[in-house]
């Protein structure tokens, strides 16, 4: 074995040497043809493919023994008689001219360099060499990158995941990827051939693999099986690609995808998901280039849809909401209001311009007495909560002031959550029992008023106007490279 120095030599116009006109010589000179250098070729006599060569111009043929004299103006000498003294003889007289010798047999420890096993795939060129320890290895290893290039240049972005578009919470829990399971898939995604960097995301309501991917047949069906979404209908999940791929993964990054459209903390998870592939080792520069796209895209759309995602006035989008929603209670209007602030006060005096019979709950700051309304503390709560058709909670605690397991009202109510932490716990929820949140309030709102299809669709033009930099990446997934030395 000997230790080497890989280097790419530049031999446009250059004159080389291959001395010997057999199958070595000749796959010399196929590995040269593409350098550019003016290869010549002396031997007594050549192979028909090398014959076939000189007679395009291609090469030049000297059809004699090697002289000293071949080596004149000479970058490269290549040894490749089948005679190892000959070969010896040669590297001799490279070295008193001073040319750089290479000997294609048991000479090579005492030659100048040593050609490494090649693979060139367009512009690209990988070189593997084991220091003349093991051809076999090298030529091994050599067939495995080459299937890895065939691989990488059929490779796109794909998208493979389950949200609340496609299944209820309840049967999106047993598909959730809590950290040790998302590890342990992750290490088996990572040896699916044809998957080249990933990004597992694991959110409440989404389950995505983000990866770049080639058109492997089968790898579909093994990361449906890894991600347990075999288990599941057609319906039951997605598979999106290319610009389509692209074009999700900066909506969800913009909150557009949320269960309430155009929430920022998203953001914040996409960003621990890279930071986790990367620690893991399942993503690299083209994952990280994704989501920088991705998060700079989503800034155009949170810019350009501006106030239309805005809800104003929550107070009065929960009183309209109520509106809609009062063929729940049936006829049904005793309400209690929980909170004494701004929204406390609105929605008490919304709700006794509609007839509702009123209980207002006050948590520190006792409402003033002239107030046409029946008052109570907040610790009295459980008595009077079985009583409620309707209940609206706006006060500022830190846990929920109504817990699971709370007696309701057995004909079933409505409940209303103004809170910011939640005040009502969301397990409350029962078929007799219905909780719209803050959430659901500002989606239904922009539903109602056209302002969420009208930012999904200014949204679909901004990712449309930045396709340019999905072409980018996928230029880069396929092997694309920029000028310059590499």
Known sequence: MKRTFPINVLLEGRRVLVAGGGKVGQRKVELLLDSGAEILVVAPVVTEELASLARQGRVLLRTAP????????????????????????ILQAAREAKVLCCCADGNWPDGDFVTPAIIRSDDLTLAVSTGGKSCRLARFVKDNL?????????????????????????????????????????????????????????????????????????????????????????????VKRGYEAFAHFCSVTAGMDSQTPGEFHVVAQVKDALAEAEAEGWAGAVMHELADAAFHV????????????????????ALHFLDHAARILNGRRRALVIGTGVLGTGVLKGLQARGY????????????????????????????????????????????????GSPMNPEGALLIDLGMPRNLDPALASPSVVIADLDVLKHWYRTRNGSLGRAMAICRSVLDEHREIYDRIRSSLQGGRANGQS
């Not at 578009?165 to 959730?176: D, T």
């Not at 989503?298 to 989008?317: M, N």
């Open 357 to 404: 019979v009123c209980t207002w709950v006050y948590h520190r700051n006792r409402p003033d007495a002239s107030v046409d309304v029946r008052v109570i503390q907040l610790d009295d709560l459980p008595s009077v909560l079985p009583e409620a058709d309707l209940v609206v909670s706006a006060v500022d605690v830190k846990e929920p002031v109504v817990r699971a």
């Open 298 to 317: 989503s800034k155009d759309i949170r810019h350009a849809i501006g106030a239309l995602l805005d809800v104003q006035e929550i107070e009065d989008v």
């Open 66 to 89: 090697f002289q000293p004299s071949d080596l004149e103006g000479a970058a490269l000498c290549f040894a490749c008689s089948d005679d190892r003294k000959v070969n010896h003889g």
């Open 146 to 238: 080459r299937r890895h290039i065939e691989a990488v240049s059929a490779t796109d972005l794909v998208i493979m995941g389950t949200s609340h578009e496609c299944l209820s919470a309840e049967e999106r829990q047993p598909f959730q990827l809590p950290p040790e399971e998302r590890k342990r898939v992750g290490e088996m995604i990572r040896k699916v051939w044809g998957v080249q960097e990933f990004i597992l995301l694991n959110t409440c309501n989404r389950i995505e693999l983000i990866a770049a991917v080639s058109q492997e047949e089968g790898a579909d069906a093994l990361l449906r099986r890894l991600l347990r979404f075999d288990r599941l209908p057609s319906g039951g999940y997605y």
